[in-house]
C-alpha cells in the first residue's frame, strides 16, 4: 500500500467549503478546467477563480495534515 487514502476526509473538507470554492477547486483540480475557463463557466473573473482557489486552499491545508496526522499515529 502507497500513499495516504484521502478520498474520504478530502472530500469531507471540500463538502465544507463555501459554494464558490468549492465550485472553483471541482472545476479547475477536478474537470482540469483553465482559471479562464473555469471563470466562464461560473460566470465571473479569472481573478475571482483564482481567489476562490487560494482561500480554498488556505482552508483545506490546515485541516488536511491534521487528518494525515492523525493518520499516521493510528499506524
Given at each position: 500500500e502507497s500513499g495516504t487514502?484521502?478520498?474520504g476526509p478530502l472530500?469531507?473538507?471540500?463538502?465544507?467549503?463555501?459554494?464558490?470554492q468549492r465550485q472553483a477547486?471541482?472545476?479547475?483540480?477536478?474537470?482540469?478546467f483553465?482559471?479562464?475557463?473555469?471563470?466562464?463557466?461560473?460566470?465571473?473573473?479569472?481573478?475571482?477563480v483564482r481567489f476562490h482557489l487560494s482561500r480554498a486552499r488556505q482552508t483545506l491545508k490546515p485541516r488536511m495534515?491534521?487528518?494525515?496526522g492523525n493518520q499516521e499515529m493510528a499506524r
Open positions: 487514502d484521502l478520498g472530500d469531507e473538507a471540500l463538502d465544507q467549503l463555501p459554494p464558490q477547486v471541482d472545476l479547475y483540480y477536478g474537470a482540469g483553465s482559471t479562464e475557463e473555469a471563470a466562464h463557466r461560473m460566470g465571473i473573473s479569472p481573478g475571482a495534515a491534521e487528518r494525515i
